[in-house]
């Protein structure tokens, strides 16, 4: 049975992000999830080429993938393949941005993620819009928020994420929508993507600064969100209760932080078999 509950705002970290050039996130969840961020290559900020302690990553995880709310209970990830749609017109770059997104994210959750071909823009699971500003708390209102949810979105969102959710066995479905303003500075719009895309594959909160994060304060992926999304979609985790998952997720973040101790480059040793 679908459902499609009220938008319910999660996160705004304007405050917290306006140390940052004032980039400031929403985050819309709508069902079970939401969500509710240039350079030539991935970077990772300096902090964060090795990983926070266990427990500070445990911590994250549990409000990043559970979140707050009451419905918290189960984790919400892609079963299988996912395919990025970029909507709208955009400089070359984005393209480019987007692949090596697309490229990391599928290493580190083990998934096909890839950006969907000419074409097909209409069967991809993820459709990330550029909109001009008037059309951007547009999504927010046709997905459930109504004139409040889009103009909420509109006056205090840099971009965002609204994503139907399946009620039931905690695996995600139907179609997420990254929306992002088409006259954000460059590397405003290179955060946005790598950020949304983090809520896109199924952390639905924020790490409120327990840990170097693109979803808090961070402008691009760090070894931690590397870390974080091996553990959502590590396959012991999902017929897990909440409690039980913590355990089994702190677990796995002992072994990550053994296996880069003395790795001289923690992403690649991250991602190795």
């Known amino acids: 049975m679908w459902e499609q509950p009220e938008i319910v705002v999660i996160d705004v970290a304007a405050e917290r992000m306006r140390a940052l050039r004032r980039i400031a996130f929403a985050a819309l969840a709508i069902g079970l999830l939401l969500a509710v961020g240039i350079t030539a290559r991935v970077w990772f900020d300096d902090s964060p080429r090795r990983l926070a302690a ?5 911590a994250a995880f549990d409000r990043m993938a559970y979140g707050m709310g ?6 919400q990830i892609w079963p299988g393949t996912v395919t990025v749609a970029v909507l709208g017109e955009t400089p070359g770059w984005v393209a480019a941005e987007l692949e090596r997104a697309t490229a990391l994210f599928a290493q580190a959750t083990g998934r096909a993620v890839s950006v ?5 823009e209409a069967t991809a699971n993820v459709q990330m819009s550029f909109v001009a500003r008037e059309q951007f708390g547009a999504v927010a209102e046709r997905t459930g928020g109504g004139a409040d949810g889009g103009r909420y979105v509109a006056e205090h969102a840099y971009c965002y994420t609204a994503s ?11 179609r997420t929508q990254v929306v992002i303003p088409n006259d ?11 950020h949304e895309m983090m809520h896109a594959l199924g952390f639905r909160g924020h790490p409120d600064n327990e840990i170097a994060s693109v979803l ?8 931690n969100d590397v870390a974080l999304l091996k553990v959502l979609y590590a396959p012991s985790l999902l017929p897990l209760t909440r409690a039980e998952a913590l355990v089994t997720a702190q677990a796995l973040f002992t072994q990550y932080a053994a296996k880069v101790k003395a790795a001289k480059d923690p992403l690649q040793a991250l991602l190795a078999p």
């Open 184 to 194: 954000l500075a460059p590397d405003e719009t290179a955060t946005c993507i790598w």
């Open 216 to 223: 808090g304060t961070s402008r691009r992926i760090t070894v």
């Open 54 to 58: 266990p427990e500070r990553l445990t």
């Open 70 to 75: 009451p419905r918290g209970t189960s984790l």
């Open 164 to 174: 139907p959710a399946r009620m039931g066995p905690g695996l995600r479905e139907r």
């Open 116 to 120: 969907a071909p000419a074409g097909a």
